[in-house]
């Protein structure tokens, strides 16, 4: 299921989330599912965000920041049109995933778990994509790469729009 709303202007966000909202309202046990939705609405979840949420399902803020500081998948800060996650798991790191974090580092001027201020990249380290045999891999977005090396990822970022 995919509610992105990248697209809309703030009202137009708002109004889809005091749709979900409504939704879960009487739900118990909705919060996750809320927290969800709500972050493929805005992008990220925002203090004014969960505030919402925990008004309308009538939870402590406190609660509703706790389950979404606990839950990697929940952003609570704008992230980049690209995501770029590099993997430093054994078999990337063996292979020279560093040097392609290096590279990546200085190409966009990020440092692990920064967002550019145009909000064009994130980019995050992870331990593991999955995806030994390739290493070192990294993914952009939805696209897995892998057999890098630093000029190869540099080069893919830079295609980036």
Same mark, same amino acid.
Not at 21 to 36: D, H, N, R, S, W
Not at 114 to 132: F, H, I, M, Q
């Given at each position: 299921?995919? %509610?992105?709303?990248?697209?809309?202007?703030?009202?137009?966000?708002?109004?889809?989330?005091?749709? %979900?909202?409504?939704?879960?309202?009487?739900?118990?046990?909705?919060?996750?599912?809320?927290?969800?939705?709500?972050?493929?609405?805005?992008?990220?979840?925002? =203090?004014?965000?969960?505030?919402?949420?925990?008004?309308?399902?009538?939870? =402590?803020?406190?609660?509703?920041?706790?389950?979404?500081?606990?839950?990697?998948?929940?952003?609570?800060? =704008?992230?980049?049109?690209?995501?770029?996650?590099?993997?430093?798991?054994?078999?990337?790191?063996?292979?020279?995933?560093?040097?392609? %974090?290096?590279?990546?580092?200085?190409?966009?001027?990020?440092? =692990?778990?920064?967002?550019?201020?145009?909000?064009?990249?994130?980019?995050?380290?992870?331990?593991?994509?999955?995806?030994?045999?390739?290493?070192?891999?990294?993914?952009?977005?939805?696209?897995?790469?892998?057999?890098?090396?630093?000029?190869?990822?540099?080069?893919?970022?830079?295609?980036?729009?």
């Amino acid at each position: 299921m995919s %509610l992105c709303c990248c697209n809309q202007n703030n009202q137009d966000k708002q109004k889809s989330l005091a749709e %979900l909202l409504t939704k879960y309202k009487e739900q118990p046990g909705a919060l996750i599912p809320v927290l969800q939705q709500a972050q493929e609405i805005f992008g990220y979840l925002g =203090p004014e965000v969960i505030d919402q949420i925990a008004g309308e399902l009538k939870i =402590p803020p406190a609660r509703v920041y706790g389950v979404a500081t606990f839950y990697a998948q929940f952003h609570l800060q =704008p992230r980049g049109r690209h995501v770029i996650k590099v993997c430093q798991g054994t078999a990337c790191h063996v292979r020279g995933g560093a040097k392609v %974090l290096e590279a990546i580092k200085k190409q966009t001027g990020l440092e =692990p778990g920064e967002t550019s201020k145009d909000l064009r990249y994130t980019l995050e380290t992870v331990a593991c994509l999955g995806a030994c045999g390739l290493a070192p891999v990294m993914m952009v977005n939805e696209d897995t790469l892998g057999q890098l090396s630093p000029e190869k990822a540099v080069k893919k970022i830079a295609q980036c729009d």
